[in-house]
């Protein structure tokens, strides 16, 4: 099995809002009230927008493949955050309405299996984390992949 790589940098500017770069531009991100400013998106709402974005490209793959025309597809997503059993915070689900009326039963059949997002967020995905000194000296790892 072939693996593909990607990367995303992100860099605290104040408090909670971050700068993060991707390969084509940049995002500020930032937390709601009363801990952030809530200037940009937080981080569960960028896992809804990443969840729903790819869910809306399969389908517009899809379509296009059968040579559906139609006009832009639009959707909305709304996510549920619950408290664990320690009393954090986690999301607890991701509900996504896409508007498609031009959508044939063949791709609503098939596409949400080639959404690469939601289908690894759906089983869970595997996070490895590393903290290092700014001389990458590890100061903590945990996860299966992690050094």
């Not at 000296?137 to 992690?146: E, K, M, R, V």
């Amino acid at each position: 099995m072939s693996q593909q790589t990607f990367s995303v940098e992100i860099e605290q500017i104040e408090d909670y809002r971050f700068s993060v770069h991707f390969a084509p531009g940049d995002l500020t991100t930032d937390e709601p009230p009363p801990r952030g400013g809530g200037v940009g998106p937080d981080p569960a709402q960028l896992l809804a927008a990443a969840v729903t974005n790819c869910l809306m490209a399969s389908l517009v793959f899809c379509l296009a493949k059968a040579r559906v025309p139609g006009r832009p597809l639009k959707s909305r997503a709304q996510g549920r955050l619950e408290r664990d059993e320690a009393g954090r915070l986690r999301i607890a689900g991701i509900d996504v309405v896409l508007i498609a009326p031009h959508a044939t039963p063949r791709c609503l059949e098939l596409f949400q299996n080639y959404c690469v997002v939601t289908e690894s967020v759906r089983r869970g995905v595997p996070v490895a984390v590393v903290v290092t000194d700014e001389q990458g000296q590890i100061l903590h790892s945990h996860g299966d992949n992690a050094p």
